[in-house]
Nanobody
Framework: QVLLVESGGGLVQPGGSLNLSCAVS????????MYWLRQAPGKELEWVSF????????NYANSVKDRFTISRDNAKNTVYLQMNGLKPEDTALYYC????????RGRGTQVTVSS
């Protein structure tokens, strides 16, 4: 059974930081590219970042480039998203997934950026 569990969200002031984690099981993590996506209230699910299976290739949506950093630890079956310089518009439910559509995403972790 494929399982993805996101954690690390919370309430943070603008300019603050959070580090999200996604622990996975039920598949060979080291063979898959991994994605972070988010969905803000009233908006569609959007792609935030991805990382290749070996971690050598990463990419980011323009809206988060230079502020967010994706990484992974294949020994721990975990993918991370370090978020710095958070803005109110980053407020969303954040998910990890094996594809950009979020087909098998977990329940997500809420990130709220507000003063």
């Amino acid at each position: 059974q494929v399982l993805l569990v996101e954690s690390g969200g919370g309430l943070v002031q603008p300019g603050g930081s959070l580090n999200l984690s996604c622990a996975v099981s039920g598949f060979t993590f080291s063979r898959f590219w991994m994605y972070w996506l988010r969905q803000a209230p009233g908006k569609e699910l959007e792609w935030v970042s991805f990382i290749s299976a070996d971690g050598a290739t990463v990419n980011y949506a323009n809206s988060v480039k230079d502020r967010f950093t994706i990484s992974r630890d294949n020994a721990k079956n975990t993918v991370y998203l370090q978020m710095n310089g958070l803005k109110p518009e980053d407020t969303a439910l954040y998910y990890c997934s094996r594809d950009a559509r979020g087909t098998d995403r977990g329940r997500g972790t809420q990130v709220t950026v507000s003063s």
